[in-house]
């Protein structure tokens, strides 16, 4: 069992940057793929990012990449997301995610636990 917890959310002014801290509980955090998805006003969630649980591979939506960067720290059980040069389509209710296979988390049906969410506002 796993317990994903977000924080670092808030308001943020357009070119701005904010950092997501996703902390799991669980002696397997180890070995998931972590991810962060996001849902803004009226839309599906959508794929945001993704890191494998021993390597560096990483991935990222289009609409991030050179942006955002998604790293982990294992000894303390957290993932974060660097998020850089906000912009209003940013805003949305982000959520951590676990899964085993990082290619079904960034397809985003391979999830295996779900965080609360944390909401970012990006004003212009």
């Known amino acids: 069992q796993v317990q994903l917890v977000e924080s670092g959310g808030g308001l943020v002014q357009t070119g701005g940057s904010l950092r997501l801290s996703c902390a799991a509980s669980?002696?397997?955090?180890?070995?998931?793929?972590m991810g962060w998805f996001r849902q803004a006003p009226g839309k599906e969630r959508e794929f945001v990012a993704a890191?494998?649980?021993?390597?560096?591979?990483?991935y990222y939506a289009d609409s991030v990449q050179g942006r955002f960067v998604i790293s982990r720290d294992n000894a303390k059980n957290t993932v974060y997301l660097q998020m850089n040069s906000l912009i209003p389509d940013d805003t949305a209710v982000y959520y951590c995610a676990a899964g085993k296979l990082i290619r079904a988390v960034v397809a985003g049906n391979g999830i295996d636990y779900w965080g609360q969410g944390t909401q970012v506002t990006v004003s212009s």
């Open positions: 669980g002696r397997t955090f180890n070995f998931y793929t």
């Open positions: 890191r494998g649980w021993s390597s560096g591979s990483t």
